[in-house]
């Protein structure tokens, strides 16, 4: 056989080979597996009822995956069906539990909305499995025991001595009743005043304009201006200072905005149903 027809095959064979490559190897890339699929092994949401400016809410999770994988964890508001958080988690184990806290804001950091919200994982497959479910609210009832409207002469706009107004609402209760900070914040206030609010403790609440005056307690509070409480955490007891000396054990509570005191009574109210 001629030099020039071996040559001929051996570049046929060498263009075939590139034919051939050119047509499988993208193929192949393009049949390359797919993120892999996941299921929930274990979901746990902490606490169930959760309120703004306080204690995260805690997700805990484990998942079953053929390998580690990126999840998007939403927090869903149920009213809407439409996340206001999105979690990019990265590298979530299959077997090992994931933790992850969230403080009621949203992606556009403002405050969550209360209601009702549940987790879902969703992976790039798109593949969404739940992963619990919890409440959210905006304040917790600052009297934790049983109590009761003072009436007419407690509420808001009432008259009293020297033109003065009633600038508050008062809830009567034991002496003792623990009292908890109805929206988290900063304390800017902790003090006596012998003539009207006796022991007072004034919050500032958190995400908001608003100053929050809990006044009568049994005892001056151990906060101090600067301190930093949680909605829902202990700030005294029910007492009977100041000018309660004469009328009994109760809660007097104003709610300041941009320092102008207004009504409290229908929120106390809904906090009330929900706390």
């Excluded at 209601?115 to 959210?136: Q, V």
């Excluded at 995400?207 to 509070?221: E, F, G």
Aim: one cysteine or more; hydrophobic letters at 40%; glycine letters at 10%.
């Amino acid at each position: 056989m001629r030099c020039g027809a071996i040559l001929a095959r051996v570049r046929f064979r060498i263009d075939l080979a590139a034919v051939i490559a050119t047509l499988v190897l993208p193929a192949s890339a393009a049949a390359a597996p797919p993120p892999p699929s996941f299921s929930v092994l274990e979901a746990q949401t902490s606490p169930k009822q959760a309120y703004v400016a306080g204690r995260p809410v805690r997700i805990a999770f484990r998942v079953a995956a053929s390998a580690p994988l990126a999840l998007a964890l939403d927090i869903v508001c149920e009213k809407t069906g439409k996340p206001v958080r999105r979690i990019l988690l990265d590298d979530v184990v299959p077997g090992a539990q994931r933790l992850v806290r969230w403080n009621g804001v949203t992606g556009g950091d403002k405050v969550a909305p209360g209601g009702r919200y549940r987790i879902r994982l969703r992976a790039p497959d798109g593949t969404a499995r739940r992963a619990g479910a919890f409440t959210l609210r905006s304040h917790a009832y600052p009297i934790r025991g049983r109590h009761a409207d003072r009436g007419p002469i407690g509420t808001f706009g009432v008259g009293r001595n020297g033109g003065r107004t009633h600038e508050g609402y008062d809830v009567n209760a034991a002496c003792r009743t623990p009292l908890v900070a109805a929206r988290g914040g900063r304390v800017v206030r902790s003090t006596y005043d012998r003539v009207l609010y006796g022991n007072l403790v004034v919050v500032r609440g958190e995400r908001t304009h608003r100053d929050y005056w809990y006044a009568h307690l049994r005892r001056r509070s151990r906060l101090r201006p600067g301190d930093r409480v949680l909605t829902g955490q202990r700030i005294g007891s029910v007492g009977a200072t100041g000018n309660a000396r004469t009328i009994g054990c109760h809660l007097h509570f104003e709610i300041r905005s941009r320092g102008r005191p207004i009504d409290p009574r229908r929120e106390l109210h809904a906090w009330d149903a929900w706390s």
